[in-house]
Each structure stands twice: as structure tokens, then as C-alpha cells.
């Protein structure tokens, strides 16, 4: 629980500053570009330990959401691309192939924006409500989310006339009438990527204090106690699925421009699961913790992982180990974790506030 | 007054095929600490679980004008039935100000969750004096004694304004003095409420309750005040061994 | 329509449908058991796949070498399904949800050493002689191999029914699978019940393993494709039930297969997840928490 809620304030004060006024200043182009990136991936965590961490839902499927925003700002770029000609890779193989129905909103801006919000909205209160109304939880939950990020990805894969398949789209030459190419343009992208992530960090930072905040936990660690208190869990869970999944999609918009090419690769299992191993990584159930965690691990991924892309695979699995066997709230929880320490010798049963409480309910 | 009771009319409950619960009827008013005893397996919890939406049950239990049975757990507690469970159910890593805070929140419109908490609800603080929590506001409910996380339960009830108060053996484990103390922490809610104590200990009964339903296998074997009930030779004979215990504590 | 149009599917689906039903075996067991994901399970199925494959560089008479394989599968999965418990599981038995996690890890791991260990192409695995031909049903050349998977199904199911309830180990894992602490308190210890569990689990990976090596590719990336479909016949099924389990890993075979055939692979694997939603939907029994009197 956020004991101190104003030093947090001050804490997304700093965070903001450092990344919205120095990383410009001071990294080139090129990091300032990954910076971008890890942002996007940040912001998706930050729904996750708003779900996983707080709402003990453990989403393995956030790719799926990524994708909804991801598309549909990689449509809305690829069209407004091409003109008032077909996208190229969709005329590859037939030279008069019609564009695809459901392109066709996605020419308008407007239309693209409401569908980056719209769409996961509507796809996470459906498949939430579904399954929370009908108690499914645990690892039911966690293999059911993750089995729709392979089912997208597969279906993305293989219709590579309507979506790009595996090859993805890329190539995009504007943003909302700027043009990408202009180093200008893309410190803006960068600047919104950023100040988006710090939006959801405030966002959370409200949720993790109201009253919400404290039914969610009490979700998490009781789900039937809520209920004989006259709530719904399915409804308070619910809200906390779908923000998360609204979050993931607006990371996934974001990233479309920064990095320039969006594959199935990015929003599979693999994806969904790189997600998770960042808000494990930084601490599920802080405030911080999945943002940073998530940069972290983006930063391993997008160096290691192409430089020594063997030795990262392996660091990333022992990362899961380590920090899920040892260190279950992250490595936000280790201030906490020395303090206990220290207080021990004088006094024996301290109440540690960083043991982990995520037991999913089994009896 | 009739209007505001608890009336269980030929309840039945079934695990496939074992009847856990064969038609019982019993009834609670405000102002009466009612209490349900019988030996293991008699069906008490089970009656309770029915009543709350736990378990199917068939049968009847109103609460004035309002059928219960069929409806889904949450809506039976917006009505006012709330319920403890044997082994302390309250939120670890939540303090005792946020349990409570939870608890009173049924009342409040949706939109007011998204805000922060200020100040302490007046029912809530209420509640704390009544159960004699007042100075572990800031305490993880986690590290609340035993006795202390029985006392949290029943104030939650009180603050979500429960009109019917269940409470499953909330005695067991507690020491002479906290016996006393919930003792009259009963009497003196139910002063405007009514309360259903399911219970073991027979002394804390015999010293609290004001009417005795004794269930045996699954039906009411008897129903009365203390005295009449241990008047009752089927009574004694159930309780062979115990009935002593009934009689001298 | 021609009549093989039909026959077809129902019959590559059935071998398709065994073929999950003996991943899902000791997935189920597992899963049943600690009531967590082993999502490491398909990475055992994997190891069983490349011990069939190095035992046919020893034995190099195919006919023979897959008879041997098998066992020899069974023991080197059920010997890491082991080491894993040991190491790792049995310190997590109160957090069954990080468990799964840890166990992505395990997978991840896993998988990137076969990548380093074997080519990255994957290795070829020997049909036997005795699996070249086809038997005809109904017009349609229905290959023996898939027959074989089916038998190797039925056999394992009844080999391990019979070994639950005939054997008194098998007694106590049910036992525990039931009641976890009533078993404790019984006299079982739970801990020997629980890396039994685990071997004979991930040692029916093994086997499941070397079916998949006849049927499709070896590789490191074989196990992740079927740990989420063998997740969702168990999660169909029902925890426990083997009954629930072989009638849901048919059902999801014939049902792939012939959504497969009516359009294309990638769709059939959309539909059968959303099969799979609906069909919980209608009937989540399994799925509801026992309820207990402590609601802890």
C-alpha cells in the first residue's frame, strides 16, 4: 500500500522531469529512440501490475491488447502512407487486390484514435466478463489470456494479404500529417510516448489510493470475503482488467511510430510473457515497479537481445526464477526487505510489509 | 416487528445425495441472540451457508418481505444478511481502518471509490468503540490478535448496517475474558439487530443466548429457551455424553 | 462431397486428438494435483522427442529403437520432472500462480539449450519400418503412424488408471489429489507423493514426446506448441478426471481437425479457443473452488 501517497506524487514528479525535459537533452537520437520504446513496453506494465500486482490476475495475453493498438495505428499509418493507393505489400501478390473492408475506417484519424481506446475496451469487458462472472481464475486465467495472444498471432501470421503476416507492416512515412523521417518530429513522439507513460503512472497512483485501490487488494487476497461484504468481485476485477488492457493498447499505438514495424512476433506468447518478466522484475504490486522493471528488461531485450541474443534467452529465464523464488515482489520490495532485516535482531516477529500475499485461493 | 425477523421455513440442503439439511424451520428477531447448536455434522454452518447464497438450499428463509434462497451471495448481503466464518476472514495486508472502510462501502455510489479516503466514516468509528478496536486503526488487520480478528468481522457487519448477523463460532479459541467481552458485545447489538450465533461452547450459551435451536442430524431437534431445551430428554439423550456438560459446564 | 472428405478429419483428428491426450496425461496429474501450470511440461515433451532421437543414434535399427525410445523417454523426463520439483516446485506450494511463472523460466531455459545442444533446424527421428503403411478405412490411406499414436494413447491411459487405483502409491496420490491436508494428516507423506507425482507426470511428457517426433518435426520450439492446447483439454476436462480428459483431448483433436480442413490451420486454432470459452461458459463445473468452510 502506498503509505505516503505525496512522496509518490513527487516520485512521478522526478520521473517526469528526468524524462521529459533531460532525456532529450542529453541522449542522442538513436537512445533516445530505444527510450521511446522501453516506454511504450513500460506503459503496458504499468496495466499489468495494476491487474497482476494489485488484482492478482495474471495476464499472460497482454499482447493482444498491444495488438489492438498497434494495428490499428499501423493501419492508420500504413494508408495514410500510401495515399489513395493500395498498401504496397497488399498488391505483392495480386495486383489488383481491393483494400480490406475493415481497413477502410482506419483511414480517418479520428476513427483510428477512438479504435486504439475503443477496441480494448470492448474486447477485455467482454472476455473479462465472461470468464470473472463465471469465477475463472488462477491459472485457468493466466493460460486462457495467453492462449489468445497465440491464436492472434497465429491469425495475424497467416493472413499476410489483409495484415502482413509475419513480414508486418512497416514503412511508415507520416504521423498524423508530420513526417516520421524528421528528427523533430520524432523527439515529439518520443515527448508523447513519454508523457502518456507518465499519465498512466498518475493514473495508477489515483487508483492505488482510492478506495478501489484497497477493494482490489482485498479482491486479490479474498475474493469470496468481498463478496459476503455485497460486491461483486467479478465487477471490481473487471475494471481493473479492462484499464490494464486499455493501457496495453496504447502502448502498443505508441510503439508503432517509434520503432517503425509492427509484427505478430511483438504481441505472441513470447511478447505477452517479455511483458511480465519486466513487471515481475521491477515489483508487481508497486508503483514504480512494473515501469521501471518493464524498461529494464526492454533494454536487456532490445541490447543483449541482439548482440548476444543465447546468453539473453537464458538470462531472462533465470531471471523468472530468481526473482519469482527469492524476490516476489521485485526489487522494489528490497529497501523494505534490508529495513526488516536490520529491525530483526532487536525485534523478532517484525510485521514485514514485503511478504508476498499472491496466494491464489485454492480451498 | 414480525416484518423485520428471520423466518426459515423447511430448509433442505443436499450433497448429492447426502442430506446435509432435511427441513429445518426455525425463525430470529431483533432483540433475541439466537443461537443454533447440535453435535458435528448437525447441519449448522450448512444452514448458514444456505441462507447466505453459499450453498443451494430449497425451501424458504425470508427476511421480512424478502425470499433469500436463489439469490446470488452479494445481493442476499445487500440486503442486509452479513455472516462471519469460522475461521477468521479479514483482509491481512489491509489495516483495520481499510477493512472497515470496505466493508461500509456498499452504501457509497460507484464513482466515489476512484477517490481517496478522508477522514473516518462516523459509523465506522462507532463501530471501533463498540468492539473496543479504537486503538488499532492503522494496524495490518494481519497482526490482530485471534480474539481481535473476531471483533473485526463483527464490526464489519455493523458498519455495512446488516440487519441479520451470522456468526459462525465466533468463540472458538478465544481465552475466558474475551468470551465475556463478545458475550456482551452480542447482547448489546442485538439490541436493534438480529443475531444468529452458531456455536459449540456450551457454557457461552447457556450464558448468552436468549433462545436455543438444537439441531441433530440435520433437523431441529428442539427449539426453546436455555432452560427448556435442556429440559428436553431428546435433548440429553443426543447429547449423552455432553448433556452433563449442558447441565454443570 | 466425397466420402473421405469426412473420414479424413475424424480420423487425423482422433490421432491428433490422442496425441494431446498424451501431453495432457501428466499435465493433468500435475495440474491436479498442485492445482499449478507446469508450463514446463512441454519442454519435458520436447527432451522425450530428443531422447528418441539419441537413442537412434545408438540403435540404429528404427524398427527396434522407438520400442526402446519410449522407456528410455519416460525416464529421462520423468528424471528432470523430478529435478525440477526438487529444486524449484516443492518450495512454491503456496504460490501455485508464481509457480507457473518460475516454470516459464524453467521452459525458456530449456528450450534455448536444445537450440545450442541440437541443430536449430531440429533432428530427424527414424519412422520404424512396421509404421510405413496405411491402412485403408473407408477409401481413405489412414497412415499406421497415426494408429500407433492412438494405441500408445490408450495404452499409457490404461497403464496409469490401472496404476492409480491398483497400487497402493497410486492410492495415496489420489488421496492427496482429494484432500492434500486429510492425506497429511493420515499418515501419507505428501512430499514422496509429490515428486512421484511429478516423475510419472513429466515422464508421460516423454512418451507423449516420442508419438510427436513420428508425427511432426524435432525441435526446441515442438513443446511450446503444445502446452497451451494441452492446457486447455485439461482446463475442458476437468482437474482429476480422466474420463473429462480423453473425451475433451478427442473432441479438440476431431474438432481441429476438421475446422482445419473447412479453412485453414491457423483459424482452426481461433476457433478452438473460442470453442473453449464458450464451452466453460456452459458448463464451468471443475473450474469452481471447492468451497470450504474457512473460505480461506
Sequence with gaps: ???????????????????????????????????????????????????????????????????????????????????????????????????????????????????????????????????????????????????????????????????????????????????????????????????????????VWQLYRSRFGELLVATRDAEERVRFLGYDPANVKLVAFVVSALMASIGGAMFVPIVGIITPAEIGAAASILMIAGVAFGGRASLFGPALGAMAVGWGQSSLGSTWPDGWTYILGLLFIVVILFLPNGLSSLPARFAAARRRPEQKAAPSAATPELEEVRS | MTDASLVVTDLRVEFSGFVAVGGVSFDAHPGEVRFLIGPNGAGKTTCIDAITGLTKGTGSARLGEKELLGRQVHKIVRLGVGRTFQTASVFDELTVLQNLDIAAGRHRPAISLLRARRGVDPAIERALEETGLAGELTTPAGILSHGQKQWLEI??????????????????????????????????????????????????????????????????????????????????????????????? | MHVDALIAPLLNGSAQGALLLLAALGLSLTFGQMGVINMAHGEFLMLGAFAAYLVQQVITASDLSIPVALPVAFVVAGLFGLLLEVTIIQWMYRRPLDTLLVTVGVSLILQQAALQIFPSQGVPVEKPGWLDGQLTVLGYDWPLRQLFTILLATVCVAALSAWLKHTSFGRRIRATVHNRDLAETSGISTRTVDRLTFFTGSGLAGVAGVAASLIGGTNSQMGAQYIIPAFLVVAAGGIGQLKGTIIAAWAVGVALSYFAYWTTGSLAQVLAFILVIVFLQLRPQGLFTVRTRSLA
Design chain 2, 155 to 249: 464490526a464489519m457487519l455493523l458498519v455495512q448496517d446488516a440487519k441479520v448477523l451470522l456468526l459462525d463460532e465466533p468463540v472458538a479459541g478465544m481465552s475466558q475474558d474475551e468470551r465475556t467481552a463478545t458475550g456482551e458485545l452480542l447482547q448489546r447489538i442485538a439490541a436493534k439487530r438480529i443475531v444468529l450465533v452458531v456455536e459449540h461452547d456450551m457454557d457461552f450459551m447457556r450464558r448468552y443466548a436468549t433462545r436455543v435451536t438444537v439441531l441433530h442430524q440435520g433437523r431441529v431437534l428442539s427449539q426453546g429457551t436455555v432452560a427448556e431445551v435442556q429440559a428436553d430428554p431428546r435433548v440429553q439423550e443426543v447429547y449423552l455424553g455432553t448433556a452433563d456438560a449442558m447441565t454443570e459446564g
Design chain 1, 1 to 203: 500500500m502506498t503509505k505516503k501517497p505525496w512522496i509518490s506524487l513527487g516520485g512521478i514528479g522526478v520521473f517526469a522531469v528526468l524524462l521529459l525535459a533531460v532525456a532529450p537533452l542529453v541522449l542522442s537520437d538513436h537512445w533516445l529512440n530505444n527510450l521511446g520504446k522501453y516506454c511504450c513496453w513500460a506503459i503496458a506494465a504499468v496495466g499489468i501490475g495494476l491487474a497482476w500486482g494489485r488484482g492478482g490476475m495474471l495476464v499472460m495475453g497482454q499482447g493482444v491488447f498491444f495488438a489492438l493498438g498497434a494495428y490499428s495505428m499501423a493501419m492508420h499509418l500504413t494508408l495514410e502512407s500510401a495515399g489513395d493507393r493500395v498498401p504496397g505489400f497488399m498488391v505483392l501478390y495480386d495486383p489488383l487486390a481491393p483494400l480490406p473492408a475493415f481497413w477502410e475506417p482506419f483511414r480517418g484519424a479520428g476513427f483510428t484514435l477512438l479504435a486504439i481506446v475503443l477496441l480494448p475496451v470492448v474486447v477485455a469487458g467482454i472476455l473479462g466478463y465472461a470468464l470473472f462472472k463465471r469465477r475463472v481464475k488462477g491459472a485457468y486465467f493466466a493460460i486462457l489470456t495467453q492462449a489468445l495472444a497465440v491464436a492472434l498471432a497465429t491469425l495475424i501470421s497467416s493472413t499476410i494479404r489483409e495484415t502482413g503476416g509475419d513480414t508486418g507492416l512497416s514503412d511508415f512515412k507520416y504521423f498524423f500529417g508530420f513526417v516520421l523521417n524528421d528528427p523533430a518530429n520524432k523527439i515529439m513522439v518520443f515527448l508523447i510516448a513519454a508523457g502518456l507513460l507518465v499519465v498512466c503512472l498518475l493514473v
